[in-house]
């Protein structure tokens, strides 16, 4: 190999080690920006699922309060139409 052969070698090598140096770089970037993204995601999804558990919890009682107003309604009934005879 000549000198001249063996400097364009390291030219071309260098060159292709900046690419790769870039390429791990933004590599590294988008990842970074991926994973902060993720860590966002995480927290509305805490965020909502806390909402979601309050909400549940306040509204529990208006099946349990329908059922009773129901029970209570037909006992009313029951009471009225024995009493009348």
């Known amino acids: 190999?000549?000198?001249p052969e063996a400097g364009s070698?390291?030219?071309e090598l260098e060159r292709l080690r900046?690419?790769?140096d870039v390429g791990f770089a933004t590599t590294r970037g988008d990842l970074a920006l991926l994973l902060q993204r993720a860590d966002q995601?995480?927290?509305t999804?805490?965020?909502?699922?806390e909402r979601l558990d309050a909400?549940?919890?306040?509204?529990?009682p208006l099946p349990s309060l329908a059922a009773i107003t129901s029970c209570a309604a037909l006992a009313v009934a029951v009471w009225q139409a024995s009493g009348t005879r």
């Open 55 to 60: 909400l549940e919890r306040t509204r529990w």
């Open 45 to 49: 999804l805490v965020d909502h699922e």
């Open 1 to 3: 190999m000549t000198e």
């Open 41 to 43: 995601t995480d927290k």
């Open 9 to 11: 070698v390291v030219v």
């Open 18 to 20: 900046r690419s790769v």
